[in-house]
Nanobody, 123 residues
Framework: QVHLLESGGGLVQPGGSLRLSCAAS????????MNWYRQAPGKERELVAQITSGGRTNYADSVKGRFTISRDNAQNTVFLEMNSLKPEDTAVYYC?????????????????WGQGTQVTVSS
């Protein structure tokens, strides 16, 4: 079993910055990709940023140039640096892991989700 724990959300004024963290812990696993999603009230969950096992990053058009995803492999932690925040960035942000867990040499690929952290951008 793998657990993802997010932290770093909060209230920030427009133009401000926040840094989200997501720490993965649990049984033996390898990372295929780590993602940040967000869901605003009344809207569907959307992919914000992704970092693959090879280090390739992808971003939603709405956050390109403002958000940066990175990782610390040694700590099994992924970060989302959010700059120039806008009110429309207000949402619950979820960490998602496309992971393979290993048991007796056999791998099983699954999606894992954190509990979400609220980001509110408002003056």
């Amino acid at each position: 079993q793998v657990h993802l724990l997010e932290s770093g959300g909060g209230l920030v004024q427009p133009g401000g910055s926040l840094r989200l963290s997501c720490a993965a812990s649990g049984s033996s696993f390898s990372v295929n990709a780590m993602n940040w999603y967000r869901q605003a009230p009344g809207k569907e969950r959307e992919l914000v940023a992704q970092i693959t096992s090879g280090g390739r990053t992808n971003y939603a058009d709405s956050v390109k140039g403002r958000f940066t995803i990175s990782r610390d492999n040694a700590q099994n932690t992924v970060f989302l640096e959010m700059n120039s925040l806008k009110p429309e960035d207000t949402a619950v942000y979820y960490c998602n892991g496309d992971l393979t867990t290993w048991t007796a040499g056999r791998g099983k690929r699954n999606d894992y989700w954190g509990q979400g952290t609220q980001v509110t951008v408002s003056s």
